[in-house]
């Protein structure tokens, strides 16, 4: 888009595989910054998300401070800026940080109006709407709140309407375009996954990261440990006793409790799985959580031990940087560069194609279908290796990614180059998706399909 090519995926090929409203934020920064190079922008998107971070942490002071106490709030600004999970997974440079914003905004305003008029109703409404932009996952506020605001049906008709007012735009857009309204990225991100494995094994693998995510929220503060998901229970036991001694107060926010369970439902059951940056949803809701139940601990005569507190948070953060933690995909971002330096010409195909793409001039070929509604097609009707031999010279790739689409026996895969992940191990990050981080990215290069 900053390069006048239009909405579209490599070149030529229209897709609807992104959220809108932060794709719409990052095109002015991209169209301002990209003649100074490619990692101006980059630069520029991660002081964006580290700004929607900062605003994010005042609002979470806000709403524990209408909530609690205004020791609370601050304790919760502390936790959401200085924790590192969620300091790195910010910045992975995905559009997370700017829904968890707006979240933010939202709760403070319900809370602060204790009465709705039209006027709320429609900024209400707007608001709703940016969530949906945001995110798709949105969808599941604008029903939480349609229920928890439906004695007030003018209100509620209000948001609803300019919420719908909001989101249309985009809509239209992407059914005259692709075809569907919904974002190919979703449905071919489910489709992979069936493909490598069964549905309940998706769903048992989806309920265990929550967990994980959830532990690592805590782990980065207190216990840089191992830890295995028995450990899971009776830490959940605690804080829900915690929370139940507060119940009272949580009243005055549970108009979330429906949404964040439709958020739940949506990704253990129907889409199956969890990414990484979808743990800034778990995180910020622990946070608020975590603020407001404490309400009562936190008091001046505690001032001595919460400082003590900040101390060692403070000192097990710098354990967490010391270990040698670094963005991810830093072996697409060497392959990219060798690209760049040796097949700047050829057609580069991949499952994973984000940091390719931002780094090389090179065609970039989306395989999975994320982006590319047409490699999606290939995967829907079993023609991906008719798709790969029609359209690229070369594979970006670990071993484990081909075999798990049983791609590796179909072509004579040539190792041109490859890239070894020299990144230290964290032995508390041994839950599934982390096993995988140190595989050799290889570049293939594509000889006609084997003979039988």
């Not at 030529?12 to 992104?18: E, H, I």
């Not at 979470?60 to 209408?66: D, F, N, R």
């Not at 001032?303 to 919460?306: E, Q, W």
């Given at each position: 888009?900053?390069?006048?090519?239009?909405?579209?995926?490599n070149?030529?090929?229209?897709?609807?595989?992104?959220?809108?409203l932060?794709?719409?934020?990052l095109?002015?920064i991209?169209k301002i910054?990209?003649?100074?190079?490619?990692?101006?922008p980059?630069y520029?998107?991660?002081?964006?998300?580290?700004?929607?971070d900062?605003?994010?942490a005042?609002f979470?002071?806000?709403?524990?401070?209408?909530?609690?106490t205004p020791?609370?709030?601050?304790?919760?600004a502390?936790?959401?800026s200085?924790n590192?999970?969620?300091?790195?997974?910010?910045?992975?440079?995905?559009?997370?940080?700017?829904?968890i914003?707006?979240?933010?905004?939202?709760?403070?305003?319900i809370l602060?109006?204790k009465?709705?008029?039209?006027?709320?109703?429609?900024?209400?409404?707007?608001l709703?709407?940016?969530?949906?932009?945001?995110?798709?996952?949105?969808?599941f506020?604008?029903?939480?709140?349609?229920?928890?605001?439906?004695h007030?049906k003018?209100?509620?008709?209000?948001?609803l309407?300019?919420?719908?007012?909001t989101?249309?735009?985009?809509l239209?857009?992407?059914?005259?375009?692709?075809?569907?309204?919904?974002?190919?990225s979703?449905?071919?991100?489910?489709?992979?996954?069936?493909?490598?494995?069964?549905?309940?094994?998706?769903?048992a693998?989806?309920?265990?990261?929550?967990?994980?995510?959830?532990m690592l929220?805590f782990s980065?503060?207190?216990?840089?440990l191992?830890w295995?998901?028995?450990?899971?229970?009776?830490?959940?036991a605690?804080f829900?006793?915690?929370g139940?001694?507060?119940r009272?107060?949580l009243k005055?926010?549970k108009?979330?409790a429906?949404?964040i369970?439709?958020?739940?439902?949506?990704y253990w059951?129907?889409?199956?799985?969890?990414?990484?940056?979808?743990?800034?949803?778990?995180?910020?809701f622990?946070?608020l959580?975590v603020?407001?139940?404490?309400?009562?601990?936190?008091?001046?005569?505690t001032?001595?031990?919460?400082t003590i507190f900040?101390?060692?948070f403070?000192?097990?953060?710098m354990?967490?940087y010391?270990?040698?933690?670094?963005?991810l995909?830093?072996?697409?971002?060497?392959?990219?560069?060798?690209i760049?330096?040796n097949l700047?010409n050829?057609?580069?195909?991949?499952?994973?194609t984000?940091?390719?793409?931002?780094?090389t001039?090179?065609?970039?070929?989306n395989?999975?279908?994320v982006?590319?509604p047409?490699?999606?097609?290939a995967?829907?009707?079993?023609?991906?290796?008719?798709?790969?031999?029609?359209?690229v010279?070369?594979?970006v790739?670990?071993?484990?990614?081909?075999?798990?689409?049983?791609?590796k026996?179909?072509?004579?895969l040539n190792?041109?180059?490859s890239f070894?992940?020299l990144?230290?191990q964290?032995?508390?990050?041994?839950?599934?998706?982390?096993?995988?981080?140190d595989?050799?990215?290889y570049?293939?290069?594509?000889a006609p399909?084997?003979?039988?």
């Open positions: 888009m900053a390069e006048g090519k239009g909405v579209v995926f070149l030529d090929t229209p897709t609807n595989g992104f959220h809108p932060f794709t719409i934020l095109f002015p991209f910054l990209l003649p100074f190079g490619i990692d101006a980059i520029g998107t991660l002081v964006l998300l580290s700004i929607f900062f605003f994010t005042i979470i002071y806000l709403i524990c401070k209408k909530l609690a020791i609370s709030g601050i304790f919760g502390f936790l959401w200085l590192p999970w969620i300091i790195f997974t910010s910045l992975i440079g995905v559009e997370m940080p700017l829904q914003l707006l979240l933010s905004i939202l709760i403070f305003l602060t109006w009465e709705l008029n039209y006027k709320r109703s429609a900024l209400l409404g707007v709703l709407g940016l969530i949906f932009l945001a995110r798709m996952d949105g969808i506020f604008v029903i939480g709140l349609l229920f928890t605001f439906r007030s003018k209100n509620v008709l209000i948001f309407l300019t919420s719908l007012f989101v249309a735009p985009w239209v857009w992407s059914h005259l375009h692709i075809g569907t309204i919904f974002p190919i979703g449905t071919a991100t489910q489709l992979l996954r069936l493909i490598e494995n069964g549905y309940w094994w998706w769903v693998g989806s309920i265990y990261v929550t967990g994980a995510y959830f929220y980065e503060i207190f216990l840089p191992p295995n998901f028995l450990q899971i229970i009776p830490f959940l605690i829900c006793a915690l139940y001694s507060q009272q107060k005055e926010v108009f979330l429906l949404p369970l439709l958020y739940f439902m949506y059951f129907f889409q199956i799985g969890l990414r990484r940056w979808y743990s800034l949803f778990i995180s910020f622990i946070t959580f603020s407001i139940i404490l309400k009562n601990k936190i008091k001046k005569r001032r001595t031990i919460f900040i101390l060692l403070s000192m097990n953060a354990f967490f010391n270990q040698g933690n670094s963005p995909q830093l072996t697409r971002f060497e392959a990219a560069k060798y760049n330096q700047s050829a057609r580069i195909g991949s499952f994973n984000g940091t390719l793409q931002y780094f001039e090179a065609d970039i070929f395989l999975d279908g982006m590319n047409e490699s999606y097609n995967l829907r009707t079993n023609k991906t290796v008719e798709y790969v031999l029609s359209k010279d070369y594979i790739e670990t071993e484990r990614d081909l075999e798990r689409l049983n791609l026996t179909l072509f004579n190792p041109i180059a070894k992940n990144q230290p964290k032995p508390y990050l041994n839950f599934e998706f982390s096993k995988f981080s595989e050799t990215l570049i293939f290069e594509i399909l084997r003979s039988e």
